[in-house]
């Protein structure tokens, strides 16, 4: 299941609505990627995205994560528009019955997410300068690690 919007989400509720009725699962496994505040001079931070585009790639990337893992269920909660350092900007949740799998679906959904997801990202600073964010090697380095092309 995935989720585009500008709302936050509660953890909790998300996993409790994910887990609800199941006595079948074994291990659950969350990220939250939070806008982090790392040059000293950070205003807010604006995800910009192509609706339609971003969720059809969402689900192409969750749908391989089912592929490759006997995952139970998984969640992509992911923000667009403009946030605050600490905001939160991104949910993964997997669902499976045992660990290996949770783990390794969380890790390839934001290996995947960092370089295969249409969003542009954008700082504004408290100087009153805008950047945009280029991707980085290391978010690409990862994804190779997934297409065992060992970068």
């Known amino acids: 299941m995935i989720r585009v919007g500008t709302e936050d989400f509660d953890i ?70 403009t946030m605050k350092p600490g905001d939160n900007i991104v949910l993964v949740v997997t669902l499976s019955a045992h660990r290996e799998a949770a783990f390794a679906a969380a890790a390839f959904l934001m290996d995947y997410l960092k370089t295969s997801a249409p969003f542009w990202k954008k700082e504004q600073l408290a100087d009153g300068k805008n950047r945009w964010v280029e991707a980085r090697e290391e978010d690409e380095e990862a994804r190779a690690r997934w297409r065992g092309e060992g970068r």
């Open 12 to 81: 909790g509720a998300e996993v409790a609505r994910l887990k609800a009725g199941r006595t079948d699962v074994g291990a659950i496994v969350t990220f939250t990627g939070t806008v982090r505040e790392m040059t000293g001079g950070l205003e807010s931070f604006t995800l910009e995205h192509y609706p339609g585009m971003t969720e059809r790639e969402l689900s192409d990337i969750e749908a391989e994560a089912h592929r490759r893992w006997p995952l139970m269920d998984s969640l992509i909660v992911h923000r667009h528009g």
